[in-house]
């Protein structure tokens, strides 16, 4: 595993110029932050030694190298999700080689079903901490003392600091913000009203099926960590209706914009 993601990163050094600060991995109908960074480089992720190549619709399946906000910043357009059949070490597989290409912070979007009776559709969450019921944890297995501890510590997930700069930049824009606990799980299925309910009582007010595992891998190296939703439909009793991935990438559409102003601004800022 060591050596893969070591010659991998090399991989990658051979093909840019650029050393990236900021790596950012976008969601499901998310991609247009690509649109504002001056694209220096973009290689396909099946031209990538060792990386798993992703499968679902709204996703392309690229590694951009560029300047937003007048930072260097590598982008995943397309992440690997457990749903899809990736192993836990695969998803986060990405997060290991950034940090070897030397990113010294993570940017994550993703789009979720919200459980907070005072969300609606559109609405854009920081997340500011995190449930793991995905049925694994990337870090199972032997650990690399050199990346990280055995035990990493959970408890500061996601960097307040950070946090406090978006919040600035969203009222300064008048951009409404919800902030709240992302709950990720395996998926492919949407959830019942019972689980929503459920996932609404042990405490979240988001859920979705990616960035715990990503989050989790990047702290376990220290990377500081920021990570936004944006909840497509509504785990909300009384409220629920039938959900499609084509209503997903449609309500994550409209709402992007707000978000790319945030996380563009936020990496000036930075
Ligand atoms: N549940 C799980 N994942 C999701 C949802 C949801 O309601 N919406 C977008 N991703």
Redesign the pocket.
């Known amino acids: 595993m060591l050596e893969q993601i070591k010659s991998t990163a090399a991989f990658i050094q051979s093909k840019i110029s650029i050393q990236p600060e900021i790596g950012i991995i976008l969601g499901t109908g998310l991609g247009g932050l690509v649109k504002e960074i001056t694209i220096k480089h973009s290689i396909n992720y099946e031209d990538i030694p060792n990386f798993p190549v992703s499968t679902v619709e709204g996703h392309s399946g690229k590694l951009i190298f560029g300047e937003l906000g007048g930072k260097n910043v590598v982008a995943m357009q397309g992440r690997f999700h457990y749903y899809e059949g990736y192993d836990m070490k695969q998803v986060t597989f990405p997060v290991r080689v950034m940090k070897c290409l030397g990113i010294q912070k993570l940017f994550v979007s993703n789009?979720?079903?919200g459980v907070n009776a005072n969300f609606e559709i559109g609405d854009l969450m920081i997340i500011n901490d995190h449930i793991n019921m995905f049925p694994s944890n990337p870090l199972i297995g032997k650990n690399i003392p050199e990346w990280g501890p055995r035990f990493p510590d959970m408890s500061d997930v996601y960097d307040k600091n950070i946090i406090e700069k978006a919040k600035k930049i969203a009222a300064k824009n008048n951009i409404n913000v919800q902030e709240g606990v992302y709950l990720g799980l395996s998926?492919p299925t949407?959830?019942t009203p019972a689980e929503y309910k459920f996932i609404q009582i042990i405490g979240a007010d988001a859920?979705?099926?990616s960035t715990v595992p990503e989050i989790i891998v990047a702290r376990h190296m220290s990377i500081p960590c920021f990570a936004m939703s944006i909840i497509?439909?509504l785990?909300v009793a009384g409220r629920i209706v039938k959900?499609t991935h084509e209503d997903?990438i449609e309500a994550a559409a409209k709402a992007e914009i707000k978000m790319t102003l945030i996380m563009k601004e936020l990496i000036r800022e930075l």
Request: charge should be negative.
């Open positions: 789009a979720a079903g998926g949407f959830e859920v979705g099926m497509t439909d785990g959900v997903v």
